[in-house]
């Protein structure tokens, strides 16, 4: 018996899949396709007919526009590409796993290079010429594995102004699904104010 798969009209088809674009840029064509229950083909065909990019075209769209300039370290230090910058707020890199990431035998990413993209974007979303990791305290909650998208989203918690530092929130997840997140205490130089921030 062959089951047969209840598909949405196209144009229901259209509205959910601007809709999950919208409330997630970093969505994959390949998530697309499980949540919708259709072939890659007619979500690219989908996206083609509603004028949406693919993945990379949208990460290079939303790195183009206007974002706080990073300011603690050079922007080819940071690990991943940043999609947006509020300093002394939040942040968002993206960072994909390649070859050069992972173990040969397993495919799996070496944990430093989790570590490295969150720990890079917790520096670079203080607005600081000098910023440094004081203290991590991480967990990685999942394997990623190449070819993989790891998306980090940094929040700052506290800025302690007579102590110069800054506590930062790093949470990294592949689609909706949570694989790493940091605790981070960063000094800086600068420590005139008192802020509180971050969503």
Known sequence: ???????????????????????????????????????????????????????????????????????????????????????DRSGISIFEIRNEHVFSRTGIARGHHIFAQANSLAVAVINDEIALTATADIRFLRSVKLGEKCISKAYVRSISGRQSKAKVEVFSYVGDEMVFQGHFVIYRSAGETVIEGGN
Not at 10 to 29: G, M, S, V, W, Y
Not at 40 to 60: A, F, H, S
Not at 63 to 72: G, I, L, T
């Open 1 to 87: 018996m062959v089951r047969i798969i209840e598909r949405l009209p196209k144009r229901q088809r259209h509205q959910q899949l601007a809709k999950l674009i919208d409330e997630n840029p970093f969505i994959t064509d390949r998530e697309l396709t499980r949540q919708l229950k259709v072939s890659i083909q007619t979500v690219r065909l989908d996206r083609m007919e509603l004028g949406i990019p693919e993945l990379r075209e949208r990460i290079k769209l939303m790195a183009e526009r206007s974002y706080d300039s990073v300011r603690s370290l050079p922007l080819h230090e940071v690990i991943g590409d940043i999609v947006d910058l509020q300093l």
